[in-house]
């Protein structure tokens, strides 16, 4: 089962190689390299378990609902019998005096490879790469994929290394400026790397950057994640969280003032919990180890998040937004005495509230030019759709300083 996976995306891949390469030499040459930064849990990882001598594959089952990720990650060398101890191993230990987090002894996890198999590395974007193949853009040279060890927030991770050495070498290959493109948490992780970088390497070597639905302030509703059951192999297990409770890339960022504002995101009881009280939220629903990690790596508290959030200052380079708005979305619950949670619901696609994909607006120069907002459109299938497609393909294909505005 596990090989014929693997053969029908490799099949599936082989096609999109195909389509991309039937483009004209004039327009293959021409396009500038684009380089994409996946969101929570949907890229591949490798797990390397020391002690136990077993290394293997891993996709998050609820984020790739097509891969039977047991399966997959049996097929890449994971043995049966040892299914039930991968949560454990892709569990972080939080350090219980100053909330750090690290993998567990004998553990290692990175990404498979970085920018070259993109059906390997990111998987559930290949309707996405199919898009832009028939614009001409060729996989694996001229399209790229960034995945990262999504467990980590921004910074404690080989993300913005990770880019710098990919585009750094595209650059010099292809003679071009890159476009870095993202979706929901790439999104943050590329801002940061966009702002920790030298600033001076950034404006040479990066051309913009293209959002979709970004997730740049963190997540309000995966705070709860900290107090629910863990993923499992089940991706339809409505009990289960998408993430394991200990994974601090998006639990323990904190919720954003400047966002949320006084707006009630948690009610347990007739105790109400705005974006001020994450630590507290957290400390009440017995998340203690959560709650110390939160101190760490809260963004409030980060100097460059704050340099766009609380200064608005703008990036060095051209950035440009497109998110959905008209759905439901979950931003927080009412908890019950017995632990059931019922949603508390904003405006958004579906995953991400339009008060949070407005945020870059403290930093845009000119929000009216840089954000798009699509109705209706859900947070998975906003990057295939041909819209905010054709508005990435319109930003990539500028060949002056000038760039395309995406509003209003």
Known sequence: MAYLIRAVVSCAFAALLTLGCSASPSQTKSQRPIVFAPGLGMSTLHVNV???????DFLVPVMNPDILSLEFSIGSGLPRGSSVKVAQWLSLEIDSKNGAARNWHGVQVAPVSFGENF???????????????????????????????????????????????????????????IVLACHSQGCLMTLHALRTLDQKWVIKHVHSLFSFAGQFSGCSDCTSWAFSPGWNWEPDESFASPVDPTWVGQMAL??????????????????????ADTIRLLTDQGAIAMARATGRYSLSSQPWFQSGDTFGEPLPVPTRFVFGTGLPTVIGYNISPSGEMFPITADGDGGDSSLM????????????????????????????????????????????????????
């Open 50 to 56: 020391k002690p136990e001598g077993i290394s293997f």
């Open 119 to 177: 059906a390997e590395e990111c998987p559930r974007y290949l309707g996405m790469v199919e898009e832009l193949a028939s614009h001409g853009w060729q996989v694996d040279d001229t399209l790229m994929c960034a995945p990262y060890d999504y467990r980590y927030p921004p910074g404690e991770n080989t993300f913005a290394t990770d880019l710098q050495s990919r585009v750094t070498k595209l650059f010099k290959r292809k003679q071009q400026k």
């Open 254 to 275: 904190d919720l954003q003032h400047s966002v949320y504002g006084d707006a009630v995101l948690y009610r347990v009881g007739t105790t109400t919990y705005s974006a």
């Open 357 to 408: 994909n407005r945020s870059p607006m403290r930093w845009s120069p000119n929000s009216s030019c840089d954000i798009k907002e699509l109705h209706g459109i859900d947070h998975m299938e906003i990057f295939t759709n041909l819209e905010a497609i054709n508005l990435l393909f319109r930003i990539a294909s500028q060949k002056t300083n000038e760039i395309a505005c995406v509003g209003p």
